[in-house]
């Protein structure tokens, strides 16, 4: 049995935001903190996805612009979770369709890596900030140790007259064998809608678009990520800003659903789509006070262990965003907490 130790580090946290803090606990043999022991090329790293293949875990992040010759989509790798090597990029350039797609765009940006029908597919975000002229697309290839990428093109799009932003994607499948990609930033929250699963690409046969998660003014939520466990649909959420430095005031929430299509509520009931979510990450959470604005997490299932990987800003090292590893632990009635 996974406990929680969240209770036992702030009697009061946040009293004025949305997420609420697990309950105290008793702990037992808690696994050993990641974060104290990461190295290699760990920053910066910014909206990391993660998979494992064999022994070799991959690592997948932003790029905001191809300044150092590395190419779009960086990369890294690791055996142990702990030391992380560069690896070569995915993209050598920005795909020929999205400079009509989105103009000014320089940089791809949240990827997120799934392995489906005999590939590995990385869904990827072009835009430019604080606009929503935005496409998610797709790129596969069947092996990651050898890669051979081939650009799938858009999955979506969103403009001036769209009610959403069409960038951080993140696909799952449910227990029907339905898949579905999340995705969404401010406007008018995340959204949902169904995917081919045999091409990785936008359903023909369902067109709708689903909301599951929303904010009111500013509107400040991104970065969905959903995981299935134990009958629910568990639907993580970055709360206020990323993108700032030291004075990042991102955070994580999630809430749960018995349907992929949502209402997704948090432990006291209240609606994603009202501004509900339940506390995961947050800088106050950090001991030494050191990482801010924890968010745009993954969730690696291992077998004996599930980790929350993330970004966090270092407030001494000028800010810059930085890998982070945790153990996930879960409460006994359900609910997922960072140990």
């Given at each position: 049995?996974?406990i929680?130790?969240?209770?036992?580090?702030?009697?009061?946290?946040?009293?004025?935001?949305?997420?609420?803090?697990?309950?105290?606990?008793?702990?037992?043999?808690?696994?050993?903190?990641?974060?104290?022991?990461?190295?290699?090329?760990?920053?910066?790293?910014?909206?990391?996805?993660?998979?494992?293949?064999?022994?070799?875990?991959?690592?997948?992040?932003?790029?905001?612009?191809?300044r150092?010759?590395?190419?779009?989509?960086?990369i890294?790798?690791?055996?142990?979770?702990?030391?992380?090597?560069?690896?070569?990029?995915?993209?050598?350039?920005?795909?020929?369709?999205?400079?009509?797609?989105?103009p000014?765009?320089?940089?791809?940006?949240?990827?997120?890596?799934?392995?489906?029908?005999?590939?590995?597919?990385?869904?990827?975000?072009?835009?430019?900030?604080?606009?929503?002229?935005?496409?998610?697309?797709?790129?596969?290839?069947?092996?990651?140790?050898?890669?051979?990428?081939?650009?799938?093109?858009?999955?979506?799009?969103?403009?001036?007259?769209?009610?959403?932003?069409?960038?951080?994607?993140?696909?799952?499948?449910?227990?029907?064998?339905?898949?579905?990609?999340?995705?969404?930033?401010?406007?008018?929250?995340?959204?949902?809608?169904?995917?081919?699963?045999?091409?990785?690409?936008?359903?023909?046969?369902?067109?709708?678009?689903?909301?599951?998660?929303?904010?009111?003014?500013?509107?400040?939520?991104?970065?969905?990520?959903?995981?299935?466990?134990?009958?629910?649909y568990?639907?993580?959420?970055?709360f206020?800003?990323?993108?700032?430095?030291?004075?990042?005031?991102?955070?994580?929430?999630?809430?749960?659903?018995?349907?992929?299509?949502?209402?997704?509520?948090?432990?006291?009931?209240?609606?994603?789509?009202?501004?509900?979510?339940?506390?995961?990450?947050h800088?106050?959470?950090?001991p030494?006070?050191?990482?801010?604005?924890?968010?745009?997490?993954?969730?690696?299932?291992e077998?004996?262990?599930?980790?929350?990987?993330?970004?966090?800003?270092?407030?001494?090292?000028?800010?810059?965003p930085?890998?982070?590893?945790?153990?996930?632990?879960?409460t006994?009635?359900?609910?997922?907490?960072?140990?």
């Amino acid at each position: 049995m996974r406990i929680s130790r969240l209770g036992l580090l702030i009697p009061a946290l946040l009293a004025g935001t949305a997420g609420e803090q697990a309950p105290a606990q008793t702990t037992s043999s808690a696994p050993v903190s990641l974060n104290t022991r990461l190295a290699g090329d760990i920053a910066p790293v910014h909206d990391p996805a993660i998979i494992r293949r064999g022994d070799t875990f991959y690592l997948f992040t932003t790029t905001s612009q191809d300044r150092d010759g590395k190419g779009l989509i960086h990369i890294r790798t690791s055996k142990d979770l702990v030391t992380w090597t560069h690896a070569p990029a995915v993209f050598a350039a920005l795909p020929a369709w999205t400079k009509d797609a989105v103009p000014g765009a320089r940089g791809i940006w949240a990827p997120d890596v799934s392995f489906s029908h005999g590939e590995y597919r990385v869904y990827y975000s072009v835009s430019t900030f604080g606009k929503n002229r935005s496409a998610i697309g797709l790129v596969t290839t069947p092996s990651l140790e050898n890669p051979v990428w081939t650009d799938k093109g858009l999955v979506i799009a969103s403009g001036s007259s769209d009610a959403f932003n069409a960038i951080d994607p993140n696909a799952f499948e449910d227990g029907e064998g339905r898949q579905w990609l999340a995705f969404g930033s401010f406007w008018s929250g995340l959204k949902l809608i169904r995917l081919d699963p045999k091409t990785g690409l936008r359903s023909a046969e369902d067109g709708k678009v689903h909301a599951i998660a929303g904010r009111s003014s500013p509107g400040a939520i991104e970065a969905p990520f959903v995981i299935r466990r134990g009958g629910f649909y568990y639907l993580f959420a970055s709360f206020d800003f990323c993108c700032r430095g030291a004075a990042s005031t991102y955070y994580t929430v999630v809430g749960r659903s018995k349907d992929p299509k949502g209402p997704y509520l948090d432990r006291k009931g209240k609606k994603m789509t009202d501004g509900g979510g339940f506390l995961v990450l947050h800088a106050d959470l950090d001991p030494a006070k050191r990482f801010v604005g924890p968010g745009h997490i993954a969730i690696l299932r291992e077998p004996k262990q599930d980790y929350i990987v993330y970004h966090a800003y270092d407030t001494q090292a000028r800010g810059v965003p930085t890998l982070r590893i945790q153990p996930l632990g879960w409460t006994d009635d359900g609910w997922p907490v960072a140990l």
